[in-house]
């Protein structure tokens, strides 16, 4: 029986992945092999030892502490690109309101007071509310992973004029970009140039402040800036200043602080980017079918800081090693192997940053003492023997 710890509310989809009668699921569940989260503050918590994986409903993972969890070789799974249409229309959503001077508006009307004039006063205020068509102007992307990406293309079919910037762009998200997407590795190109940015980058200590007063002053005069990524992407203090002096019109973010509440030229929104039955429930299957892959057969998919590694399983006897991103190891455990007389029916390996992870099927089952011998072996963290 695996037990598994809820820190947050999944959706109901993801979690009858789990309703197989091998699987005890709750809120206060002691000695869990896996968590399930979305944004609670895992920095805050001591991790339970008996702890194998983790299990992030949504994309970021700033609320988790990945070093750590790697160092303990457990692996953070998320869901990439599984709420990645919901952001993509609140960013489109956002791009039209702040377009269109909608919240300001609003506001306007609802301020308003009761009066016989109101259908004329209506009308007299419209004027400054002039706001502007998208065609022929100019969207710049930041990160075209699997949000920015949608957004770049949305924003096209919309006649605008797109700039995706993201040195680090995967072959899969350039070919589906619309080919007419310009793509810039100098971030200065785009900013000169753009009548509003959007920001879908995650948040790590690379790209804290990514966007502060250098860039907004590179930028166009009353360009609308995006956030819907993470709060501390971009600058507050920048923002604030950069809109009181009308360098920009508008900032919408999904992250508001107290310094942002009440200002007329921001559109502040509740972190509700991927708050969507649909991308609620994908986010809920994807991450939970990886939890019960991992649990079950050893194989990484969707991993932050595993590499993904997956093996037919086809065996009764299978053993994964999770070890140090160092040279010369995988030789070590299959001679190791060889010596004890077990053959290896199938293996795979692969490295993702300081961790090293290997999945092997063997024709035999493992003794502890063989066990112990791999894990004396200079670089390997942990061993688990799945079958
Ligand atoms: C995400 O990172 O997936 C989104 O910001 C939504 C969320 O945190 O749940």
Request: overall charge negative; glycine content about 6%.
């Amino acid at each position: 029986m695996y037990k598994i710890l809820k820190l947050n509310n999944i959706a109901s989809e993801g979690l009858s992945v789990f309703e197989n009668g091998d699987y005890h699921l709750g809120d206060e569940v002691t000695s869990p092999d896996a968590i399930l989260l979305r944004s609670f503050n895992m920095h805050e918590i001591d991790i339970p030892e008996s702890v194998q994986a983790i299990g992030r409903a949504g994309s970021g993972v700033n609320n988790i502490p990945i070093d750590k969890l790697s160092e303990l070789a457990i692996p953070v799974f998320n869901a990439p690109g599984a709420n990645a249409n919901a952001v993509k229309e609140l960013a489109l959503a956002a791009i039209l309101i702040a377009a269109r001077n909608i919240h300001r508006a609003m506001d306007y009307i609802h301020n308003l007071k009761r009066s016989d004039n109101l259908k004329s006063d209506i009308e007299s205020v419209k004027k400054q509310y002039i706001g502007y068509e998208l065609p022929n102007k100019t969207l710049g992307i930041i990160g075209l992973g699997s949000i920015g990406i949608k957004v770049a293309n949305a924003g096209y079919d919309l006649g605008m004029k797109v700039l995706g910037f993201d040195p680090m762009i995967t072959v899969d998200n350039a070919i589906n970009l619309v080919p007419g997407v310009k793509k810039y590795n100098d971030l200065n190109e785009v900013l000169k140039n753009v009548d509003i940015l959007s920001i879908h980058i995650p948040y790590t200590n690379e790209t804290k402040d990514f966007i502060s007063e250098n860039e907004i002053n590179l930028m166009k005069n009353s360009a609308t800036i995006i956030n819907l990524s993470r709060e501390e992407i971009v600058n507050t203090d920048a923002v604030i200043k950069a809109l009181d002096n009308k360098k920009l019109n508008t900032y919408v973010t999904d992250f508001p602080n107290e310094s942002l509440i009440g200002n007329p030229d921001v559109l502040l929104l509740p972190h509700l980017g991927a708050s969507t039955k649909e991308a609620e429930t994908n986010c809920a299957v994807m991450v939970a079918n990886s939890i019960k892959s991992y649990l079950e057969s050893g194989d990484i998919i969707n991993s932050v800081n595993f590499p993904d590694v997956s093996l037919v399983n086809d065996t009764k006897h299978r053993l994964t090693i999770t070890n140090l991103n160092k040279p010369n190891i995988v030789g070590q455990f299959t001679s190791l192997l060889g010596k004890e007389n077990i053959n290896i029916n199938d293996l795979s390996h692969k490295n993702y940053k300081t961790i090293g992870y290997t999945i092997l099927n063997l024709d035999k089952p493992i003794s502890l003492k063989v066990i112990e011998q791999i894990e004396q072996i200079d670089g390997v963290i942990k061993t688990n023997i799945i079958s």
